[in-house]
């Protein structure tokens, strides 16, 4: 039994082609693809390209997909083959089995039926009938090109028109009620139309073969769309309008940009941007975004530029961060107020289109504003709860070091724009943006929350001290609630010196944070006579360790250090490669035996009450 072609679809998708092909011969980036020295015959100078979804050698000729190179290149049939890619990728092989057999079969008849009825759709536009459809297609703006190319067409005004037209070609009405075209009757006596008394717009799959259709009614009936059911070779979620199309278009270099619906795709397409597509009538799905990331490493998901369009734009953000990868991202274009692409290139032309693809964000810049759209952030608790959703919804990344870098660069525009004015650090006489530290004359009490500034100033005093262990701690020292808005401050610059690839010296960290106006804050928390000893240049790099997680476990408490502990073991459990294992694992052990020691009562609560007593001497605030 030949297998179905929607499991051999689903197993090309699940298996990225480049990683396969590099377990046989080595590969360099060109470009958007891949480049090599062909597995399937010797030579010197690279011709063989790796593609998203296929392979070709410019010297040997070999071309194919991922089940063609295992065939290829290990000298498997068929069958074993997709066994052995079916295995990797999770799925289990469709059994030979007759019910399977006719299903199988069922499909390949629903193809030839669906093309059927597209081209009676067609035909039925340059009828008499179809002349209310065609003057409103080129009422918007279309070209005859452009309407043969996308196989516009109109449904009849008739009932029972599309059986009518296919009877001559021996299709029943059980097969069209298979294809979507028409549905059963509540009353179970016979059939009724789906598509009545409109413009017809065929959906085609990635291969170019018509799986079902949407239909727009003319004047003011509703629903003003209707698309076709699920069936076996439609599914809404999976497919994109426009694909078979924008894949053409991607290959050569065409930027891939997500709009709403079919006209705004058409008018795209019309106006030179090929890589245009659209979801069915649904905001965008996982299994799109994955159809979208096969067309292009980046694409671009375009919005109205009115409150439904943010919103729409922030569950798009949303739902694709569990799925961004260090190749794959997104950018996020936002069309000017009132207008829809299709409005746009009529009234401006392809160029005002392409000011709003320039304008264009990378993800990683967008989404602080959609996270933060219409929440406040004027009292302690509103700030507390922002940060806390900013951090969470960084963490839903399944990369561990994307989402680290992704909650860094939330939390650096967190700490800036929530920073409140502080006269008494404003820049001192002849250093613009030093912030100057101004002890109290008076000593205060020692309070819990006093303590609590002691134990997060000597954290960050170790670390400044000791930026040898950044590694280590950089994820968990990002998040933690340090308590005062200064320290946040100097831990985000901290933190981006570390991204900056430097030698992690103190002295050259010093330097840094003195260049970026934190110098007297620096020296007056190192100078801080409530200090540990950790905290001073001649501690031992266990101590220095060992007292970092001991503070760390004090602010963040007992309930939160078990969240940080399971979430440490989820990503040990999920990692992939040794050096992200190894981390995990790490920062696992450190986690269980600060908790452990907390709950043990090694620690109190009150350790810092030194320091917070100290601190008004040493230069607290």
């Not at 590099?22 to 060109?30: A, E, F, N, Y």
């Not at 794959?328 to 692409?341: H, I, K, N, V």
């Not at 819990?448 to 954290?459: D, F, M, T, Y």
């Not at 950790?534 to 408490?557: M, N, S, T, V, Y």
Request: with cysteine; aromatic share 8%.
């Amino acid at each position: 039994m030949a297998l179905p072609p929607q499991f051999l679809d689903e197993l090309r998708a699940r298996t990225p082609l480049a990683p396969l092909i590099q377990r046989k011969t080595r590969l360099t980036k060109s470009g958007r693809n891949w480049k090599g020295c062909c597995p399937f015959h010797g030579e010197k100078t690279p011709s063989f390209y790796v593609y998203d979804d296929h392979f070709h050698c410019f010297g040997c000729g070999a071309h194919g997909d991922a089940i063609t190179f295992v065939m290829k290149a290990e000298g498997q049939g068929f069958p074993e083959a997709v066994e052995r890619l079916a295995q990797e990728a999770g799925l289990e092989v469709p059994k030979p089995t007759p019910e399977a057999a006719a299903r199988e079969r069922a499909a390949r008849d629903l193809y030839g039926v669906l093309e059927a009825a597209a081209q009676a759709f067609q035909r039925r536009l340059r009828m008499p009938e179809g002349a209310e459809g065609l003057a409103y297609l080129r009422r918007r703006g279309l070209s005859e090109e452009t309407i043969a190319r996308f196989g516009l067409g109109w449904s009849g005004g008739g009932r029972g028109a599309i059986a009518a037209d296919l009877k001559t070609d021996g299709i029943t009405q059980e097969q069209l009620a298979e294809a979507g075209l028409i549905r059963e009757r509540e009353s179970g006596e016979g059939y009724s139309d789906l598509y009545f008394n409109r413009v017809i717009f065929p959906i085609r799959d990635r291969r170019g073969r018509v799986v079902s259709f949407g239909g727009r009614i003319l004047g003011d009936g509703q629903p003003k769309y209707v698309n076709g059911p699920e069936t076996a070779v439609f599914s809404k979620r999976r497919n994109l309008y426009g694909v078979d199309l924008a894949r053409e278009a991607a290959f050569r270099g065409a930027a891939v940009v997500a709009v709403e619906g079919y006209m705004d795709v058409i008018a795209l397409h019309q106006a030179g941007f090929g890589g245009a597509v659209a979801p069915l009538g649904t905001a965008l799905t996982p299994e799109q975004m994955e159809e979208l990331w096969r067309l292009s490493p980046e694409p671009v998901l375009c919005f109205d530029g009115d409150g439904a369009g943010a919103r729409a734009a922030a569950r798009a953000a949303e739902a694709a961060l569990p799925l961004l990868t260090t190749e794959r991202s997104l950018r996020l274009a936002t069309l000017p107020a009132g207008e829809d692409p299709d409005t746009l290139v009529s009234r401006r032309g392809a160029a005002g289109f392409q000011a709003v693809l320039d304008g264009a964000r990378p993800l990683s810049e967008a989404l602080y504003g959609l996270l933060t759209e219409g929440r406040p952030a004027a009292t302690p608790e509103q700030r507390a709860s922002l940060r806390n959703r900013l951090a969470e919804v960084a963490n839903q990344i399944a990369d561990k070091s994307l989402a680290a870098e992704y909650r860094r660069a939330l939390l650096e525009r967190f700490f800036e724009s929530t920073r409140a004015q502080k006269p008494a650090f404003g820049g001192a006489p002849g250093r613009p943006g030093a912030r100057k530290v101004v002890v109290p004359r008076i000593r205060p009490a020692i309070t819990p929350g006093r303590v609590r500034i002691a134990q997060a100033r000597a954290l960050v005093a170790i670390t400044i001290r000791h930026p040898w262990l950044l590694p280590e701690v950089e994820e968990v020292f990002a998040g933690l609630d340090l308590g005062d808005p200064l320290l946040a401050d100097c831990r985000a610059c901290l933190l981006r010196w570390l991204a900056g690839g430097h030698e992690l010296d103190s002295i050259g960290l010093m330097d840094q944070l003195a260049r970026d106006g934190w110098g007297e804050l620096v020296t007056a928390l190192l100078r801080d006579p409530g200090l540990p000893e950790a905290a001073g240049p001649e501690a031992q790099p266990k101590d220095a360790l060992e007292a970092w997680w001991h503070f760390f476990g004090l602010l963040r408490g007992e309930a939160e250090l078990e969240e940080d502990r399971m979430a440490a073991q989820r990503d040990w459990d999920a990692a992939s490669d040794p050096a992200a294992q190894a981390r995990a694992q790490q920062r696992l052990i450190r986690l269980k035996m600060t908790l452990a020691a907390l709950r043990r009562g090694e620690w109190t609560e009150t350790d810092g009450a030194e320091a917070a007593g100290d601190a008004a001497i040493g230069g607290g605030h």
